[in-house]
């Protein structure tokens, strides 16, 4: 997978060929049926980032004082994969996730996560992702 910000993003394609046939057996065309089971590694990238964006910026405005440093340890911890994959899991992303193994891997997880994220930001606009993120790591700095 491609790494931004300290987050792995793998591709999730583990069970498409599995869910190709499926639906190829229902009589969905196979044109369909690749456009409907498309990667979501745009959607991933563009969530990790705007993540990133977000909790940098979200950082210097709450402790100016705080030295790069600072910053950047405190975004590195929130956008861990543990940190990560521990929301995700109590946010049930693990339901939204096409993936022929279970539990979900941890980098499959974090993917589904951030493409979530991605798809809010493309769907709604960065301000309703901001909101988002926002609840995610107020739940974070309180311990949910």
Excluded at 20 to 43: I, P, Y
Excluded at 55 to 68: E, G, I, K, M, Y
Excluded at 83 to 106: G, H, K, Q, W
Aim: glycine share 6%.
């Amino acid at each position: 997978g491609n790494t931004l910000t300290g987050i792995t993003i793998q591709r999730f394609r583990l069970s498409a060929p599995a869910e190709q046939e499926r639906r190829k057996q229902l009589g969905v065309d196979s044109e369909t049926t690749a456009l409907a089971l498309k990667d979501n590694l745009q959607l991933s990238e563009k969530g990790a980032g705007l993540t990133n964006s977000f909790l940098t910026d979200w950082c210097r405005a709450s402790f100016p004082s705080l030295p790069h440093e600072g910053v950047e340890c405190i975004v590195g911890h929130l956008t861990s994969p543990s940190v990560v994959t521990y929301v995700a899991r109590n946010l049930a992303i693990e339901d939204l996730t096409m993936s022929a193994e279970f539990p979900v891997p941890d980098e499959v997880l974090n993917s589904t996560f951030m493409a979530v994220i991605g798809a809010l930001e493309e769907s709604s606009g960065a301000e309703r992702a901001a909101f988002f993120l926002r609840v995610r790591d107020s739940l974070v700095l309180i311990g949910f």
